[in-house]
């Protein structure tokens, strides 16, 4: 059996279920741009001493929305699929690497034991290692640009001072999440019509 040459050939064709991933690359895409916008609207606010409370007009308002419009997404997909469950092996490391965050950003802001270019560093570890847990269950070559990637985003954050480490991690999460969901979602929804 010949393999595809190009690597986002072969993830589309060694999925089972196109529909189900193309969803799936949809829901990443949203949330990566969504926080992208985040944090580069984070790093304007704080830059250019923008007289606006930003937890409440930036984050709070674009999480909650989002929050309410992926829960209908999810439920769309589960309609269509039946009931909706994380099976493979990636899935549930990224399930935990989620967890992670959010513990890790909750209780940084909560008892400040760390500072945000630290926070994001951490955060930029972590996802390097659901790329990298990605790239060994599913040899994508992708997750392997987007591991390194997020390696050096981790580096970068602790060179560099805050605010511009809102600006870099926004970016990244352009450049190492966004933008390889989008080009795989490109391929399935070609290879789906």
Same mark, same amino acid.
């Given at each position: 059996?010949?393999?595809?040459?190009?690597?986002?050939?072969?993830?589309?064709?060694?999925?089972?279920?196109?529909?189900?991933?193309?969803?799936?690359?949809?829901?990443?895409?949203?949330?990566?741009?969504?926080?992208?916008?985040?944090?580069?609207?984070?790093?304007?606010?704080?830059?250019?001493?923008?007289?606006?409370?930003?937890? +409440?007009?930036?984050?709070?308002?674009?999480?909650?929305? !989002?929050?309410?419009?992926?829960?209908?997404?999810?439920?769309?997909?589960?309609?269509?699929?039946?009931?909706?469950?994380?099976?493979?092996?990636?899935?549930?490391?990224?399930?935990?690497?989620?967890?992670?965050?959010?513990?890790?950003?909750? +209780?940084?802001?909560?008892? !400040?034991?760390? +500072?945000?270019?630290?926070?994001?560093?951490?955060?930029?570890?972590?996802? !390097?290692?659901?790329?990298?847990?990605?790239?060994?269950?599913?040899?994508?070559?992708?997750?392997?640009?987007?591991?390194?990637?997020?390696?050096?985003?981790?580096?970068?954050?602790?060179?560099?001072?805050?605010?511009?480490?809102?600006?870099?991690?926004?970016?990244?999460?352009? !450049?190492?999440?966004?933008?390889?969901?989008?080009?795989?979602?490109?391929?399935?929804?070609?290879?789906?019509?």
């Amino acid at each position: 059996m010949d393999l595809p040459t190009n690597s986002i050939d072969r993830i589309v064709t060694d999925y089972p279920d196109m529909a189900l991933r193309k969803r799936h690359h949809i829901l990443v895409l949203f949330w990566a741009l969504l926080f992208a916008k985040c944090f580069i609207l984070e790093y304007c606010v704080v830059a250019y001493a923008v007289p606006i409370n930003s937890v +409440t007009y930036v984050w709070s308002l674009s999480l909650f929305m !989002a929050t309410i419009a992926s829960i209908v997404y999810v439920d769309l997909i589960r309609r269509e699929h039946g009931e909706f469950k994380v099976y493979s092996r990636s899935g549930q490391v990224w399930m935990v690497c989620i967890a992670i965050t959010v513990v890790t950003a909750l +209780t940084s802001f909560a008892f !400040a034991w760390i +500072t945000i270019k630290h926070l994001l560093g951490i955060i930029a570890l972590v996802l !390097a290692v659901g790329y990298g847990v990605q790239y060994f269950y599913r040899r994508e070559p992708p997750a392997l640009c987007c591991t390194v990637g997020w390696c050096l985003c981790a580096f970068l954050l602790l060179q560099i001072e805050h605010p511009y480490s809102l600006l870099v991690f926004g970016t990244c999460l352009i !450049a190492f999440a966004a933008f390889p969901s989008f080009l795989i979602y490109l391929r399935l929804r070609q290879q789906t019509v």
